[in-house]
């Protein structure tokens, strides 16, 4: 009893953390591949076939270079914070709708908001304990963005979250059988990849790693290992919106090899998005947050308790 309690989940964890980590390397092999060939250039071709090795190269290459510590940082929340970013976007991973049950509970989409709620401590920690101006104006930029989307995001997921009475994510598989929910609602899907991108903090929002301006953002301090483990929690992040995106307005059919090409997709926008689009203005972007985005999903919020209550009215 207690290996199949204990030991089978943990070993379970482990293979997927090592899944994800080889789908962040070949992400980054892709958007380096799809920048590439929207800006007419090659991107990455010379190690190996078609430059496939080079995200394990890259990885070698950061994690043996030498660590550099700013003299005048907060020495432990400056060393730990990265650490604790990939943590973060590891585990969040944990309430991934598997029928197999590694870590199938109730409160699925619960976890995910308080999981995405803690990560904006660790971007605000890495900029004020490199004891930067660069990196701290990165840091307070990313909390100011992420707090004002994480609104948008927690009400469209509790929209659907009414419509389905449950906040396990496997139940958005099992209502999505006949109808895909971006055909009832592509509006509030758009606005969710929007969030995303902002939470995430992607190209047009990268307001906290804005080269131009802030030289590398909240993260300018740091080198090899450190900056290796913030690039790998980024990217994690970045898959598992894509595979939310996917369960929530796409089907969410995780054992069909149809799922993994949806997620690619969505991951493919998200790059796409990244080589097409310059980056938003700050004093527009909080616009896009509390005058539209808020406005439209509290709005469909109300729509869809509207909508189940007259469902309920209508069975009873």
Known sequence: MFYIDFILPMIGSLLLIICVMVGVAFLTLLERKVLGYIQIRKGPNKVGLMGIPQPFCDAVKLFTKEQVYPMASNYLAY??????????????????????????????????????????????????????????????????????????????????????????????????????????????????????????????????EGESELVSGFNVEYSSGGFALIFLAEYASILFMSMLFSIIFLGGDIFSILFFIKLTFVSFMFIWVRGTLPRFRYDKLMYLAWKSFLPFSLNYLFFFIGLKLFILSILI
């Open 79 to 208: 060393y730990f914070s990265p650490v604790f970013s990939l943590f973060l976007s590891l585990s969040i991973w944990m309430c991934t709708p598997y029928f197999c049950k590694l870590y199938s509970f109730n409160l699925g989409a619960l976890f995910f908001l308080a999981c995405t709620s803690l990560g904006v401590y660790t971007v605000m920690i890495a900029g004020w304990s490199s004891n930067s101006n660069y990196a701290l104006l990165g840091g307070l930029r990313a909390v100011a963005q992420t707090i004002s989307y994480e609104v948008s995001l927690a009400l469209i997921l509790l929209s659907f979250i009414f419509l389905i009475g449950n906040y396990n994510l496997m139940n958005f598989y099992f209502y999505q059988d006949y109808l895909w929910f971006i055909v009832i609602s592509f509006p509030l899907s758009m606005v969710w990849f929007a969030s995303s991108l902002a939470e995430t903090n992607r190209t047009p929002f990268d307001f906290a």
